[in-house]
């Protein structure tokens, strides 16, 4: 017998069994399916950026070919552009000609282009929800990995390779393959300064850099349901750094809420037939997942990375990792390699880190309520005097406005922080906002292989609240004693 839906929600369309929302997500969007497996699936939305869209324009060029349907793509310069006195232009050569070819392709093939001194302007990942381009049942590809960040709206979003951008332009499908369902089901709550970033580090931990590969992972339960937007797109975000390819929260109340009267979302009649149609796209009691991981958060601490890959992670209060406690030799090199790079000693206390340089930002952790918990924090601090550099960099243009009218800029400036435009900035090396070589940073964003802030820098990831804390402090430090 299959369970009984809930008399609210309008059958979602395909037979009686219990569906997980992936499957429901999938099942809508096939176009057609192979013996083998591969299954041609329909791409409703496309983001693109500047870096891995070039050859795929040029791609289309010369095959003499256009884009299906133009309206279903955005494109926004992102990774390259820099967050300080933009309107003089783009000093280095390189990215001023990559962020020109991405304007110059979004005109010649019909595409909506966000100009970079737009106030709309933004990380890719932070403008597609902003904007309404992302909306509940619909597929999203992005050539960039991050894309995960969007399943926070329960749109299946995942990242694609530079040919299959050029792939979906021209037909508005793309050939994949069906991914396994894995559920994360998070019990209890998060406790006060623990975040969803502290919840996406701990269970990358917990799960390591490829317990999610092949996975489409849905996050669920009581501690999912309680965060915000922001904290369901920091958490997806993180998927793809759990080895995930999507992440998928399903919608509820939080979600509808968030899309009201967002510029690209349906209105009036529409708006209520969209609203009917979403409240279907959650995981139906019963639904099979091929993996299920249940973790109560209620004591979850404050994590801070320590080594080169995002699963290099202990809570605060820890300690840096001893490689002679470890038995598997594999594992030891690897400790013994990370701590080299980073220049801490075994067994360190984390707390006793200093650090040089602090960003927040980043496609993670760029939204306005990372910038609240960050100013929550900073109100009537300095940072310490040891931080050579510490940077805010909102999101988006209209993350900025809104921090700006909270008056949150004065707080990030009286503390001692620079007050940035929009972009990927120094979440990677490929703009001017980059660390030298030994510099040790305390970053909000995702990713902290070696040189990945720019060559020699040292990257400890953590939440902004941490962040903020560790500013201040001029050392990691456990912000729940700050706002206790
Ligand atoms: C440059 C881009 C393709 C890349 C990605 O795919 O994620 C970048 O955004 C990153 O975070 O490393
Ligand atoms: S902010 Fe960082 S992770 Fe996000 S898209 Fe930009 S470079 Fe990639």
């Known amino acids: 017998m299959p369970e009984p839906m809930p008399d609210s929600l309008p059958d979602s369309g395909a037979g009686d069994s219990p569906r997980t929302l992936y499957d429901k997500l999938w099942d809508s969007h096939v176009v057609h399916t192979e013996a083998d497996g591969t299954t041609l699936l329909y791409v409703d ?29 955005l494109a926004v310069a992102d990774h390259n552009i820099p967050t300080l006195d933009r309107r003089n232009g783009i000093r280095d050569p ?49 050539g960039d990995s991050h894309t995960s960040t969007h399943g926070a ?11 299959e951008v050029e792939h979906v332009l021209a037909t508005q499908c793309l050939p994949t393959r069906r991914m396994r369902t894995m ?28 317990g999610g590969t092949g996975y489409a992972v849905e996050y669920a339960g009581p501690a999912v349901r309680a965060l915000s937007m922001e904290g369901r797109m920091t958490l997806c975000n993180m998927s793809i750094e759990a080895g995930a390819r999507t992440g998928l929260v399903a919608v509820d109340e939080v979600t509808i809420d968030y899309l009201c009267g967002r510029p690209a979302v349906p209105r009036g009649a529409l708006w209520d037939e969209a609203v009917a149609h979403w409240r279907t796209l959650v995981s ?53 390699r990370a701590l080299g790079y980073m220049g801490l000693r075994p067994g360190q206390p984390m707390q006793e880190v200093a650090i040089d340089k602090v960003f927040i930002g980043s496609c993670t952790n760029g939204r306005i309520e990372d910038l609240r918990a960050a100013a929550e924090v900073l109100r009537g601090h300095r940072i310490a005097p040891g931080i050579r ?52 940073c305390a970053a909000t964003s995702n990713r902290n292989f070696e040189g990945r802030q720019g060559a020699g820098g040292r990257t400890h990831l953590v939440s902004p609240a941490m962040a903020a804390a560790a500013a201040v402090a001029g050392r990691f430090a456990d912000v729940r004693k700050i706002l206790a």
Request: hydrophobic letters at 40%.
């Open 153 to 163: 709206l329960a749109c299946l979003a995942f990242g694609i390779g530079t040919s």
């Open 284 to 336: 139906d009691p019963g639904a099979r997942f091929d993996r299920e991981i249940v973790l109560d958060v209620t004591a979850l601490a404050p994590q801070v990375t320590w080594g080169t890959s995002p699963e290099m992670v202990v809570d605060v209060t820890g300690r840096v990792p001893d490689p002679a406690a470890e038995a598997d030799p594999a594992r030891r090199e690897q400790i013994r």
């Open 389 to 440: 550099q510490a940077l805010a960099v909102p999101g988006s243009g209209l993350v900025r406005a809104q921090a700006e009218a909270e008056g949150l800029d004065t707080v990030f400036r009286e503390a001692g922080f620079e007050w940035r435009e929009p972009g990927c900035s120094m979440c990677l090396a490929m703009n001017e906002d980059v660390l030298l070589p030994g510099d040790r």
């Open 45 to 73: 939305r496309q983001l693109i950026h500047e870096v891995s869209s070039p050859q795929a324009f040029e791609g289309l060029r010369e095959g003499g070919r256009s884009v299906l349907r133009p309206g279903r793509h």
């Open 94 to 142: 390189i990215s001023r000609r990559q962020v020109q070819a991405l304007e110059g392709n979004a005109r010649e093939f019909g595409i909506a282009f966000v100009p970079v001194l737009d106030p709309r302007q933004g990380i890719v990942h932070v403008i597609g929800p902003e904007q309404g381009m992302t909306l509940p049942g619909t597929t999203l590809v992005c």
């Open 183 to 210: 559920r994360i089901l998070l019990e209890g709550t998060l406790p006060r300064g623990v975040s969803a970033k502290d919840l996406a580090l701990a269970l990358i931990g917990w799960i390591g850099t490829a």
